[in-house]
Nanobody, 124 residues
């Protein structure tokens, strides 16, 4: 079991930046950020392999968001730049011990551990 605690959400204007943090206790192979807007399904945003040499991004955020990790602190970050109103959502950190990447990488059902979420609001 991996416990996850997110922080760093807030309210910004269009074009602004935020950095989310996810502190993890326990071992995971992949760490991910998902988001869920009101009335919509939870969707994958970015995923990172434990060593940091494999990163995956949803096309809607590629070039604007960067996922990274501090192995010593067991913390994963999501740097979000050039934020848009459509980025408004509750952002969740997730973890899995699955060992090989594939088409499942943005499937929320493959992640066994979740944080409580942090709200990001982008105003126009």
């Amino acid at each position: 079991q991996v416990q996850l605690v997110e922080s760093g959400g807030g309210s910004v204007q269009t074009g602004g930046s935020l950095r989310l943090s996810c502190a993890a206790s326990g071992y995971a192979n992949y760490m991910a950020w998902f988001r869920q807007a009101p009335g919509k399904e939870r969707e994958g945003v970015a995923v990172i392999w434990i060593t940091g040499d494999r990163k995956y991004y949803d096309p809607s955020v590629k070039g604007r968001f960067t996922i990274s990790q501090d192995i010593a602190e067991n913390t994963v970050y999501l740097q979000m730049n050039s934020l848009k109103p459509e980025d408004t959502a509750m952002y969740y950190c997730a973890a899995t011990r699955k060992e090989s990447g594939g088409s499942w990488i943005f499937d929320r059902r493959q992640y066994a551990n979740w944080g409580q979420g942090t709200q990001v609001t982008v105003s126009s």
